[in-house]
T-cell receptor
C-alpha cells in the first residue's frame, strides 16, 4: 500500500512556465511534508518543507500548497528554468525522533529552453 | 567538506558474493539511514539508526545488516547477493529534534549484481 501518491510521473514545461507536482497521502498522523530534488548521479536534497499548521509556504520560486482536509499537497515552481530539470520527490513523515521519510514515486521534470 | 560520504560509488559483483558499503557523516547528527532506490527511482527506507540503536527495520531480507561502529558511521553489509539487489543505495543522516528533521543524503552507491 503506497502511503504517498505522486503525480504526474513526468512533466515537460517550457522555460518561464509554471511546474506543478501533486501529492496525496493517507496517514493522517503525518505532520511533516518535504519536497526533495534529485539531479542525475546525486543524492536527494531538501528543497522546501511544510507542516500542516499552514496552508502555503514560499521560498523563492518554489511554493508548497497544503490542503489538510483533502490530504493533498503540491509543489509549484514559478518561472521554471532549464536548471530546474531534475526528479522531484514529495515525502511525508511523523514528527518523532529518527522517523524515516516515506517518499512518493517521483516526478521527472524537464524544462525546455 | 562532504557532509555525508559513501564508499564505494560503484560496486559491481557477482551473485552469491558478500559486500559492504560504508557511510560516514561529519555533521554531528544522531540518526543515520539507509535508503534503496530502484531502477524506477523509487526511494524506500531500509534502516534507521539513532544513537547506535536500530529503530526502524522495514521488510528487508536478513541478508542485509546495518552496522554502526559509532555515531558518525553506518555501514551496510549484504550477504549472498542476488540480482534483485541491484539498485542505488543512499545513506542519509539527520539531527532528530522531535519533528521534521531534514535528511542529508550521501551521493549514493550504485550496486550491480551480475
Amino acid at each position: 500500500q503506497q502511503q504517498v501518491k505522486q503525480s504526474p510521473q513526468s512533466l515537460i514545461v517550457q522555460k518561464g512556465g509554471i511546474s506543478i507536482i501533486n501529492c496525496a497521502y493517507e496517514n493522517t498522523a503525518f505532520d511533516y511534508f518535504p519536497w526533495y530534488q534529485q539531479f542525475p548521479g546525486k543524492g536527494p536534497a531538501l528543497l522546501i518543507a511544510i507542516r500542516p499548521d499552514v496552508s502555503e509556504k514560499k521560498e523563492g520560486r518554489f511554493t508548497i500548497s497544503f490542503n489538510k482536509s483533502a490530504k493533498q499537497f503540491s509543489l509549484h515552481i514559478m518561472d521554471s528554468q532549464p536548471g530546474d530539470s531534475a526528479t522531484y520527490f514529495c515525502a511525508a513523515s511523523i514528527g518523532q525522533a529518527g522517523t524515516a521519510l516515506i517518499f512518493g514515486k517521483g516526478t521527472t521534470l524537464s524544462v525546455s529552453s | 567538506d562532504t557532509a555525508v560520504s559513501q564508499t564505494p560509488k560503484y560496486l559491481v559483483t557477482q551473485m552469491g558474493n558478500d559486500k559492504s558499503i560504508k557511510c560516514e557523516q561529519n555533521l554531528g547528527h544522531d540518526t543515520m539511514y539507509w535508503y534503496k532506490q530502484d531502477s524506477k527511482k523509487f526511494l524506500k527506507i531500509m534502516f534507521s539508526y539513532n544513537n547506535k540503536e536500530l529503530i526502524i527495520n522495514e521488510t528487508v531480507p536478513n541478508r542485509f545488516s546495518p552496522k554502526s561502529p559509532d555515531k558518525a558511521h553506518l555501514n551496510l553489509h549484504i550477504n549472498s547477493l542476488e540480482l534483485g539487489d541491484s539498485a542505488v543505495y543512499f545513506c542519509a543522516s539527520s539531527q532528530s529534534n522531535g519533528g521534521g528533521d531534514e535528511k542529508y543524503f550521501g551521493p549514493g552507491t550504485r550496486l550491480t549484481v551480475t
